[in-house]
Structure formats: structure tokens, C-alpha cells
């Protein structure tokens, strides 16, 4: 009965054949993928739940955030960015070049279609996506049958909004990282900052420019790295001396020159954990952050440094050394998840926290045609290095296959081609 069921849902359903890859998300990975796709002239479809292209950056970052690391690590594959751009894009620089990119390689996602569910069909060798196309006045439900699909919505699809006690019970304003744009709003307020990785390190920055009282929650160890060393990139100099010398001791090189050029952080609150922060990245995916000024602002006094809370109050928060502090207002810098558990349907190449199982650099491939992008843990180098091996696997079944005499495949119902 079950499969009469799933037989006579397939006759109802409204589907559409890809002709070519489709790609679930149109953020910078999805878009590169699309790029060297065209540029080996593999047709593809790109869905994408939001009204625009890099909806993270766009709806869900801080006005004053600017690239982590130097725009030569930063670009995407087979477009650098403008010569005229600084070292260190801001984030409406950065946006106007993926505007840009999506334009010169004619990359057209088609916006507000929620993919629901996605799962692969032995009986005809295809996967078969589920989505919600919110286009017009009635949502319809679409079902997009492709040979190969690419999950493009990558490590930080959706807010991560810890369950901390009390939180419903505090009078005050509480928002996401992602929710916040800058701190004009905070003035004369006193603002408990809960994260203290980069996010969570610059809104603090932010909040003192705009003349608030920020206390940020530092629950656990971190590394504090310059974000340049001797007028040289830390990322850059650490990528250097990788090449000659084993992570441990390019490690052990950072987190000395830290302690010279930072001080001992320990005395303000902020503790190194024992593992290097590159061996930590690697393993964890934990990413130290890139001091841009804010260890001054807590040095000074204008930025409190306090331990993990065991509670909220309707005033403020307990804090798990038995201090109590008050606050108008919280922000959760608290970072992001993958959401891929909750649509792609019985693959076992992810885990259930929605990573690829195989580490870096061999995660971008499964099975029957399946493939991620964006799940690196290594920014926007890392995706970009994985787009260019999607599109070269995809490009080159592609190629063997349309030199093949055309042929005529069954369809059980009406399907409309997509290309």
C-alpha cells in the first residue's frame, strides 16, 4: 500500500527534468560551482530559498564586517577581484563582486524555492528534489528530477541559538549575531555579547564605537592571533611556512609571536587552548580569531571579559563563577549550522551534523552523483578549490555522455525541462 501511495503522489506532483547538475544554494560555494560549470559549458539549475544571491552576507551580517583574511585568499574560482578593492574587501565590496561574478558567468539561481526533500531513486538512477517554489500568490510544490546533485548550502545555513536556562525569562531584547547590523541602536546600553569567536569579537568592537557597555561571554578556550604580523598577513605567513614546516611547529611559531605582540591573555580572561590553532582548525574546525582591534577596547576596560552562564534572570545572567551581571540587551554570537540533515534523505556521505564523513581535500564526492561544496571548514579558499573539482568530475561525465547518441528516457508524468 505504501508504494501505491508513493506512486500515486509521483502522478500528482508537478516535475521538472534538469538538464544538468542541480545546485541546492546560491552563496558564494554555489555560485562557484556554477561559474566553472559554465565556463566548461555543462547546462546546470541553481535554487536558491531567499529573494538573492549570498544571503548570508546580505540579510545576515554586521555592517561593519570586512573579510577575515586577504581578498588573493578570498576570491572565487576564474574571476579575482577588482585590482582597486583593499587588502581586506568590506562586506558591501565583497558583495558587489559576487553580484558581479553571478552577472559575468550569467548565473540566473531561481529564488524563493525551499528545497524540502532529496533523495535518491534507484529505480531510475535519478535524484528526485522536492522543493517549495514560493513564487507566486500559492506556494507550489515542485519535484526536480537530476542526474547529479550538489549540495551547495554550506556550513553556516542556519543560526545556532544555544538552550541556555532562563533565556525567557530575561525583560531585555534578545537577538542573533545574524539579526544584528550595528550598535547605533545600543547607546548608553549595557550589552551581554554571548560567543567570543570572530563574530562575537567584532560586534563587541562595534558596541564600543557606538558608545554601549559590552560584556562578552567567553565560555571557552580560544586563540587570539594578530590579523598581521610585521605588516604581513598571519594567514599568509602561516600558509608560507607550511610549505617547509610541520603544522605543530608552525604553531608553536604563531602562538609565540602572539604572546610577544598580544601579551599574556589569560590575566584579561581569554584562555589558549592546548592544541595550535592551525591543528585545531584542522581537526575541530575551530577557527582562532584575527584580532582587529577589540583586545585594546578589553585591555582599556571598555569591553568586560566574563566566564560561561549558568543562567538568565529577567535583569541579566548568572555566570558559572557565581557573579551576577546586568543587561539591557543580548546578542548571540553563537555561529551557525548545516541544515542538510533535515532535507537530504538517507545518504550516508554526510553526518548528522551535516559535514561530509570524508576530511578535507576528499569531501566533495559521493555517490551517485552527489557532491558538496562549502563544507570544508577552510572559507572560501576551500570552497573554491572543491567548485573546481565538482565541475571537472561533472564536465568530463558530461562530455562522454552527450557524445552518445541521444536517447528518448521514460517518464512516468508530465516533466518540464530545465536547463
Known amino acids: ?28 560555494s554555489g555560485l562557484a560551482v556554477a561559474a566553472c560549470l559554465r565556463d566548461n559549458g555543462v547546462p546546470f539549475v541553481i535554487l536558491e530559498r531567499t529573494d538573492c544571491i549570498a544571503s548570508l ?6 555592517d561593519r564586517l570586512k573579510l577575515h583574511l586577504p581578498k588573493q585568499f578570498c576570491q572565487l574560482p576564474k574571476m579575482p577581484f577588482p585590482s582597486h578593492f583593499p587588502e581586506y574587501p568590506t562586506k558591501f565590496q565583497f558583495i558587489n563582486y559576487m553580484e558581479s ?86 547607546e548608553g546600553k549595557q550589552v551581554l555579547v554571548v560567543g567570543c569567536g570572530n563574530s562575537g569579537m567584532e560586534v563587541c568592537y562595534d558596541l564600543c564605537h557606538h558608545h554601549a557597555y559590552p560584556t562578552m561571554v567567553v565560555r571557552d578556550c580560544v586563540h587570539v592571533l ?26 608553536k611559531i604563531l602562538v609565540s609571536l ?52 549558568q543562567r538568565f534572570t529577567r535583569r541579566g545572567a548568572h555566570l558559572v563563577d557565581g557573579r551576577v551581571v546586568d543587561a539591557d540587551a543580548v546578542i548571540l554570537a553563537t555561529g551557525y549550522r548545516s541544515n542538510v540533515p533535515s532535507w537530504l534523505k538517507e545518504s550516508d556521505f554526510f553526518t548528522k551534523d551535516g559535514f561530509p564523513k570524508m576530511p578535507f581535500p576528499n569531501g566533495w564526492k559521493g555517490k551517485c552523483g552527489l557532491y558538496s561544496v562549502g563544507f570544508t571548514k577552510r572559507g572560501l579558499a576551500g570552497a573554491s578549490q572543491d567548485a573546481v573539482c565538482i565541475a571537472q568530475d561533472i ?18 508524468r508530465r516533466c518540464i525541462s530545465e536547463t
Not at 600558509?239 to 604553531?251: I, N, S, T
Open 101 to 186: 561574478y553571478a552577472k559575468h558567468f550569467d548565473i540566473n539561481p531561481q529564488f524563493n524555492v525551499t528545497v524540502r526533500c532529496a533523495k535518491y531513486d534507484d529505480t531510475c538512477g535519478m535524484w528526485r528534489v522536492r522543493a517549495i517554489d514560493g513564487n507566486k500568490n500559492k506556494p507550489v510544490e515542485v519535484e526536480y528530477i537530476c542526474q547529479w546533485l550538489v549540495v551547495a548550502t554550506g556550513e553556516n545555513a542556519d543560526c545556532y541559538i544555544p538552550d541556555i536556562t532562563g533565556m525567557e525569562e530575561f525583560n531585555g531584547s534578545v537577538i542573533h549575531a545574524a539579526d544584528y547590523r550595528s550598535g547605533e541602536m545600543y
Open 1 to 28: 500500500m505504501a508504494h501505491l501511495s508513493d506512486l500515486e503522489d509521483l502522478f500528482k506532483r508537478h516535475s521538472k527534468w534538469v538538464n544538468g547538475p542541480l545546485i541546492v544554494g546560491a552563496g558564494p
Open 57 to 62: 552576507w546580505q540579510k545576515r551580517t554586521y
Open 258 to 309: 602572539a604572546k610577544i605582540l598580544l601579551g599574556d591573555l589569560e590575566r584579561y580572561g581569554i584562555k589558549r587552548p592546548k592544541m595550535g590553532p592551525l591543528e585545531l582548525k584542522n581537526k575541530e574546525g575551530k577557527t582562532p580569531v584575527l584580532d582587529i582591534g577589540t583586545l585594546g577596547k578589553i585591555k582599556a576596560g571598555k569591553i568586560k571579559v566574563v566566564p560561561g552562564i
Open 395 to 412: 564536465s568530463r561525465i558530461w562530455t562522454a555522455e552527450t557524445k552518445q547518441d541521444k536517447h528518448t528516457i521514460a517518464c512516468h
Open 226 to 251: 594578530p590579523r598581521e604580523i610585521l605588516g604581513v598577513s598571519t594567514f599568509e605567513m602561516s600558509v608560507a611556512m607550511m610549505r617547509w614546516l610541520p603544522v605543530q611547529v608552525v604553531d
